[in-house]
């Protein structure tokens, strides 16, 4: 029969097969060293470096927060324009309140979790899980929404680009993925120089359109948007649904508070003057652009953003308008990095609630929440698939799992302020009270007037996470009870253990195998099985064997059928009426040479699954790994 494994006495030695020493080379030069835990504070993050690592979304949400306004209330008209304005302000009070309550949860809560960690704490399990949910969409749809909002503007700069949108978008996501897989300091790091630029840039672009435009005359690529029969009055719901819209510009606000573990010490003051830092810079963007937006009387337009026609006449088309414009695209592109700051911490500690997977609370070798990375990208590179990379069919169901956070988090402070009832508690709390209401009459503006453009899609899928993590949970509670965890259960080990290993010939391979079977425990069998073609070798092996005499009996199965499957498995089952536990363990022999293994282990691939469902047999493999097969 065809010898399955090298001979008594030839040399093996262990060594890397080349395709897995070359697949490690890849896997280190794209995710970098494994880093020690000593080693974790170089992936921590500073002041300015928590800009571009957790507050990318805010800040790049000028690009579409303003636009938003301006084409709910293009609706009704150019008159209706001149509202802009004062929408903008209206928001930007609500950023102030947003940051001065999301430093007070910095300060109350230091481990991160933003509103789940503050609804957890103050409003109760069933709260923190809505909380949960509507981050993880949010987190989602932002990554979504800041790549396809990337693209955009990269074709609004090059047109011919268009055809690309989806492999653009997946592509620029694959970049963040692969950069946060490498570490969040890295990743911060990596965009600090783009996200310096982006801010500067637009700050140069408000400062000149306020003072001395470049091109004050210049002509406006694309059809406008504005309704050309406008509407006789305004009315209070219109204003409302462009206040919603606008209120997208505050997404990732949040993002910073949720992600307090990855500053470096001292964690809350660093992350505290970040999210002071990210509220100065918003709000004058913000402001800035509304006022050049009604200045230059710019409105929505297609294939042409409204930040876009203020920058061409502010800056003039130059080489300045392309650093700009560059820097906006790539901003806008890797604001997805916000999420993946912050939601793979979230996932880590609704996994350490056992609400999740446990795997998500484990770290990959470079320190990062690499599960909840990956699981990110995925979601967020399927959404961009099925909306083809268009940034106007995000939007609508964009910022209400966000703006349900923010409601959530600063009611649970206000709870936490009368629990806790430190000076000055009632100024503090009623501070949060007042943020509270305008998010929740925003978030329900939000469902409201989205709800057939594809809120409905966040209503529906918020509620069956919450199922799902009940469903889980209890999964967990089941397990406990079943493993008497934190319990002291009596340690009652096995009465007997046996060993089964297959074999086919008398080699090294069966040698190494029935060595480490003499280990493992005192009973073992050597198990022989012949197929009907075969049955007149047993007493030749049989001989053979004793001969050899390696101290463990042997059992010859002799099977009148062409699988040895069957056989071994009635003999296990008949072996599990004396034994408590059943050990199989196959021999397999490794070649360095990749098609080199192809010819040998049949044994491993026939027996690798036929006992899957059988919780007293465990299967195991004792691997021989040989450089080389002599040739003689």
Known sequence: MPVDDPPIGQSSKAATPSPARAGHAITRLLLGRPLRASELHSEEISTFTGLPALSLDALTSVAYGPEAIMVVLATAGLGALHLVLPVTIVIVVLLAILIVSYRQVIDGYPEGGGCYAVSKANLGTGVSLLAGASLIVDYTLTVAVSVSAGVEALVSAFPALAPLTVVLCIAILLVVTLLNLRGLGDAARAFFLPTAVF???????????????LDPHAHAQGISLVASHPVATISVLLILKAFSSGCSALT?????????????????????????L??????????????LAGHFHVGPRTNNTVLNQIMVIAIAHGVLYYIVALAIVLELALAANTSFGGL????????????????????????????GIIVLAVLSGLLLIGVNGNTNTLIPMFAIGVFTGFTLAQGGMVVHWRRTRPRGWRRRATLNGIGAVMTALA???????????????????????????????????????TLDVGAQPSLTPDTSLLVVVPVTNISQLSASALSMAKELASTQIALRVLLPEDHDQAE????????????????????DYQSITHPIKEFVQRQLEHHDRILLLIPVLEPRKLRHRLLHNQLNL?????????????VARTILVVDDVSRT
């Open 199 to 213: 801010v500067l840039g637009l700050f140069l672009v408000i400062f000149l359109g306020l003072i001395h435009p």
């Open 252 to 276: 990732g606000v949040e993002a910073i508070a949720n992600g307090v573990p990855t500053f470096r010490e001292p964690r809350v003051r660093h992350a505290k003057r970040t999210e002071l």
């Open 278 to 291: 990210l509220g100065i810079i918003l709000g004058v963007m913000l402001i800035g652009l509304a006022i």
């Open 344 to 371: 793979p911490l979230l996932a880590s500690l609704l996994a350490k609630d056992d609400f999740l997977p446990h795997f998500f609370s484990l770290r990959s070798e470079r320190m990062v929440l690499a599960r």
């Open 443 to 481: 978030t329900l503006i939000f469902i409201t007037t989205k709800f057939v453009e594809g809120a409905w899609i966040v209503v529906i899928v918020v509620p069956l996470l919450i199922v799902m993590f009940r469903r889980i949970h209890a999964y967990y509670r089941r397990v406990n009870r």
């Open 540 to 559: 030749a092996f049989q001989a053979q064997w004793e001969r050899w005499d390696p101290g463990v009996d042997l059992e010859i199965l002799k099977t």
């Open 606 to 618: 026939v027996l690798g699954s036929a006992f899957t469902h059988e919780p007293r047999v465990v």
